[in-house]
């Protein structure tokens, strides 16, 4: 699932750590709780950019719950180069307490500049799937 944040573009899947080495444990709310052990309890949080999760990571401090994931990971040479694993209920209501909140008319312009030029780019690719789109469509509308 892609997931698109005014802080950060997220590619979210069921998947097993490569490498846990770079996995120091399981955290909620900064602190240290236990060792990690996958599970499919756990999805993938995967960015392109470290920022995006740090922003993540902001975000679920301030939820009236705990979130546990792991540490942010780097994955040198791959697609995805920054990962975490947050645990599946949790992320469910980070999802839904977020949706909550929505307090704005258009995603882009709650984005920083250097996420809107992005996020701008690829609402332009999606506006082909509306094969039905007349000649009075309106841009950013």
């Known amino acids: 699932m892609w997931l698109f944040l005014p802080y950060g573009f997220y590619s979210i899947g069921e998947r097993e750590p490569t490498n846990n080495n770079n996995i120091t444990g399981l955290y ?3 602190e240290l709780i236990s ?3 996958y ?3 756990f999805l993938c949080v995967r960015t392109r950019d470290k920022k995006s999760l740090d922003e993540m990571l902001a975000q679920f401090d301030k939820q009236p719950f705990h979130i546990v994931h792991t540490n942010i990971c780097e994955y040198d040479g791959t697609d995805y180069e920054y990962r975490m694993w947050v645990d599946r209920d949790n992320f469910a209501l980070f999802v839904s307490s977020f949706t909550k ?3 704005y ?3 882009k312009s709650e984005c920083p500049n250097y996420l809107y030029n992005v996020f701008l780019r690829v609402w332009s690719v999606l506006c082909s799937l509306n094969e039905n789109r007349n000649s009075q469509f309106k841009w950013g509308e």
């Open 28 to 30: 909620a709310n900064g």
């Open 35 to 37: 060792t990690f052990e």
């Open 39 to 41: 599970s499919n309890q």
């Open 101 to 103: 909140e929505i307090n």
């Open 105 to 107: 008319p258009k995603f």
